[in-house]
Every structure is written in structure tokens, then in C-alpha cells.
């Protein structure tokens, strides 16, 4: 393969930056990854991120997404103990209040820590004799100009430390805290739009061992939100015969602090299970809190003017609603975007690469804030006829929880399988309108986007 440059310049080596660094290895003689945190010889959760010791779901696409990147992560991630289930057919769904029927859909995911994925495609991607890694430095500044962006000045782990490498291409991929708008000030170019919808969320998370009997034999039990209620909960089964259980809080209601707190919150949730599981549970770890105050879609599609040699990815390009657990999945697809565009040559990268990730981006975003929306207490743009689309997706979860065509195209749509758009279809919309529910409209309307009571 003709390579674009000499070398490409990655900063964050998370997944998204891992990622992007793999592609990059196909096109240019050098890539260098550029992480702040010191990386640990083990597996084990990061300062960099924080989310990393909470619940995280790999969607069905973002599997199937890794897999074409990193044809070796499978068979990595469950030789560290990964399991592999049908997201049909892992155990208990609640969406909004419905029991979504078990149903098998050839479609798989992989539950498994986040210090655990990240340590697969990071040993995976660093096996590409091109790709190196400089841990422990983070970047203080882009070299060039308005028109062309020509490298990254590194501060290094020693104090005063610092270093200059020139790149072909530089990859932001340092997540929520990027510094690239404040870099392209700084060159005298306009901000990207920023759309911001502020959820208030945070969330708990501990380990417990994990035994057969637990959850009757489940890989998982999920509850999502029934506004106008602001908690909810979920566990997941990890590597190494653990539970990871989860709460999230909307708004900023306070969440659970400690073991005790959280069986008194899985006891107030309107389903059993979280609260069975807890009370009859060894605790591996305290439980530890998160706050992600909002979500964040930064525009550089729209952009008139912006540097070559510069992109963005990740949460740097788009931070979701954590509950979601989209990021992952987003993350690979863009990778994949990007080797698309690379294939065109360096000339005009930026203006092909990200009207790609946008596309990417437009459904997982639309999921995720028109769920935010559901509370009036959300603040954010909403989008003219969010309204009446979630009434329409509570109907169709409430279909969903007696019939098992639109259980199957429901998931599709949440595991980025297929566009919303395909819960219009003539064959839903008929099945949707025509079955039978017992709440009321106003009801379903009042909790859309979900309802609260499969009868």
C-alpha cells in the first residue's frame, strides 16, 4: 500500500485513539500514540478513565466493527475471559418499564471490563511493528497554522520536558477534556457549533462475585429509565466470575456511596433482581462515583475553514450520555470511516472524514438526547418534533414487549445495526399501531419516550 505520509500523530491512546492509531498504521511509515496517563502493567482501571470502572456495553455493531479492524481482538478478549452473548438473549431487558421478550438474533456482543477491551486493542494494535507509544506526556500545543497543522509540541513526564514532533496528520482523540476548540482559536479560526444537552448524570458502580445461581443464570439484568423517575440500574457479568452493578442518576440526584446504599436503591427500583442479586452478594470492590454532566457534539462538518492535517474522533468529536454505552461502538465505525477516507489520499481529509463520522454520529445522538429529553428538566436544543417522535418510540417498545418482530428491529436500532428510520417501515408501523396496550395514551405520551407497564 502507497503510504499518505511519513508519520501520523495520535494524542490519546484510549479506544478511540487505538483505534484510529490501527488505521493509521495501513497508510503511514511511523504512527505515534501520545497518552498522559502512565499505563499499567496490569489490567486495571486508568485516572484518564474514570468510566472505566463502570458498566460499559460494546454494541453489536461496535463487535462486529472491531472484529473487521482488529482481526485478532475475539479471539483476544476471550482468552482474558470475555463472553460472548446474543443481544437478544443475555437475561433480563427492561426498556422503559417493558420486559422485552427473549429472542435469539445472530447478532452478538462481548461483556467484558473496560480496563480488559482497552488492554486487548491497545496489546493488539501495538503489535503493528510501525505504531509506538509514548505514555506518561500529553500534548501543550499544535505546530503550524491556520491552514495546515504540521505537528504537536509534547510535554514529557519529567518536569520541563519537552519535545516537538512534525506529522503528516495529527488525531485528536484525548476524549471530554479535548483543547482543540481552544487550539483553533488560538489559530484564528471560528469555533465549530457545539451542541450541548445537559443531563446531570452520574453513576455508581461496585464488583461482586459472581456465582451460577445468581440472576438465575443470567449474563445480565438492565433497567433504562422510567421518567419521571431520575434512577435506574443494571449489572453485568465481567472476566473472572464478577458482576459489575451499575446505578445512574439523572439531574443531579445524589447516587448510591456505598454497598449498603445500593441495595437500599436496587430495592426501590420497580423491578426485582438488582436488589435479589445485592443482598446475596460478596462486594470485590468499593463503590466508586462518576459525574458526566453533559454531552457534547462538536460540528467540524460544518466548518468553512479548517487545517489539514488535523481531525478529530471519540469523544472529542462527539461525548454521548455514558448510560447509552455507545461510545465504544461509535469510536470503531469511525475508525472504519477513516480508513475509508484514507484511501482518497491527504488532500482534503477533514472534509471527507467528518461529514462521515457525522453520519456516524446522527443516530447513537438522536437515541440518546431524545431519551434525555423525556425530563423537562434536561436543558439542551431539542429538536423541532423530539415530542412526537418519542411518543411513537413508546409505542413501539410497548409493541416490543409482545411481539418479537419488533423486539428484533427495536434492538437492531439500539446496537447501531440498523437507522431508526427502519421502525417506520410499513411492517412495524402496522404492528405497532395495531397492538394492544394497556396504558393509556396520555400515559405513554407523558413517559415517552417509553412506557412503564407491559400489563
Not at 477534556?177 to 444537552?197: H, M, N, S
Not at 470485590?284 to 487545517?307: D, N
Request: proline letters at 6%; aromatic letters at 6%.
Amino acid at each position: 500500500m502507497t503510504h499518505q505520509g511519513k508519520h501520523a500523530v495520535v494524542m490519546g491512546g484510549s479506544m478511540s485513539g487505538l483505534l484510529a492509531a490501527q488505521v493509521l498504521s495501513e497508510h503511514f511509515e511511523r504512527v505515534t500514540l501520545v497518552e498522559r496517563d502512565p499505563l499499567p502493567s496490569e489490567i486495571a482501571a486508568r485516572k484518564g478513565v474514570p468510566q472505566g470502572r463502570h458498566l460499559h456495553v460494546l454494541l453489536a455493531a461496535g463487535f462486529a466493527s472491531l472484529q473487521r479492524t482488529l482481526p485478532g481482538f475475539r479471539a483476544a478478549a476471550q482468552a482474558r475471559g470475555a463472553i460472548e452473548v446474543d443481544v437478544g438473549s443475555f437475561g433480563a431487558l427492561y426498556l422503559g418499564g417493558v420486559l422485552i421478550p427473549t429472542l435469539h438474533t445472530g447478532h452478538n456482543s462481548l461483556m467484558i471490563s473496560r480496563p480488559a477491551i482497552e488492554g486487548c486493542v491497545r496489546d493488539e494494535v501495538l503489535r503493528q511493528p510501525n505504531v509506538s507509544l509514548r505514555s506518561g506526556c500529553s500534548v501543550s500545543a499544535l505546530l503550524g497554522d491556520a491552514r495546515k497543522v504540521s505537528g504537536v509540541r509534547v510535554t514529557g513526564a519529567a518536569p520541563g520536558q519537552l519535545d516537538e514532533l512534525s506529522a503528516d496528520l495529527v488525531v485528536d482523540a484525548t476524549g471530554r477534556g479535548t483543547r482543540l476548540p481552544a487550539w483553533l482559536k488560538a489559530l484564528g479560526l471560528a469555533p465549530a457549533r457545539e451542541d450541548v444537552v445537559r443531563n446531570k448524570i452520574s453513576y455508581s458502580s461496585c464488583t461482586i462475585r459472581r456465582k451460577p445461581e445468581h440472576l438465575r443464570g443470567a449474563h445480565a439484568w438492565v433497567m433504562t429509565p422510567v421518567p419521571p423517575l431520575t434512577h435506574f440500574g443494571a449489572a453485568q457479568a465481567w472476566e473472572d466470575d464478577r458482576y459489575i452493578v451499575s446505578f445512574t442518576t439523572y439531574l443531579g440526584e445524589s447516587g448510591p456511596a456505598s454497598y449498603a446504599e445500593m441495595i437500599e436503591h436496587a430495592q426501590a427500583l420497580a423491578f426485582p433482581g438488582l436488589g435479589e442479586l445485592l443482598r446475596d452478594a460478596e462486594p470485590l470492590t468499593e463503590t466508586v462515583q462518576t459525574h458526566a454532566p453533559e454531552s457534547t457534539r462538536r460540528r467540524y462538518e460544518r466548518l468553512t475553514r479548517f487545517p489539514s492535517g488535523l481531525l478529530a474522533v471519540g469523544d472529542a468529536l462527539c461525548s454521548f450520555n455514558p448510560a447509552y454505552g455507545q461510545g465504544m461502538s461509535v469510536a470503531a465505525l469511525e475508525a472504519e470511516a477513516l480508513a475509508s477516507c484514507l484511501q482518497g489520499g491527504a488532500k482534503g481529509l477533514a472534509a471527507r472524514f467528518f461529514p462521515a463520522a457525522a453520519k456516524i454520529v446522527d443516530a447513537p445522538w438522536m437515541l440518546a438526547t431524545g431519551a434525555d429529553f423525556q425530563w423537562p428538566a434536561v436543558e439542551g436544543r431539542r429538536p423541532l418534533g423530539t415530542a412526537l417522535i418519542n411518543a411513537y418510540v413508546a409505542r413501539v417498545i410497548a409493541a416490543a414487549g409482545q411481539d418479537t418482530l419488533v423486539a428484533e428491529r427495536l434492538l437492531r436500532v439500539l446496537h447501531l445495526l440498523s437507522a431508526p428510520s427502519s421502525l417506520f417501515s410499513p411492517a412495524i408501523l402496522r404492528r405497532v399501531l395495531l397492538a394492544k396496550r394497556r396504558l393509556s395514551l396520555a400515559r405513554v405520551a407523558q413517559l415517552a419516550p417509553v412506557a412503564v407497564d407491559q400489563g
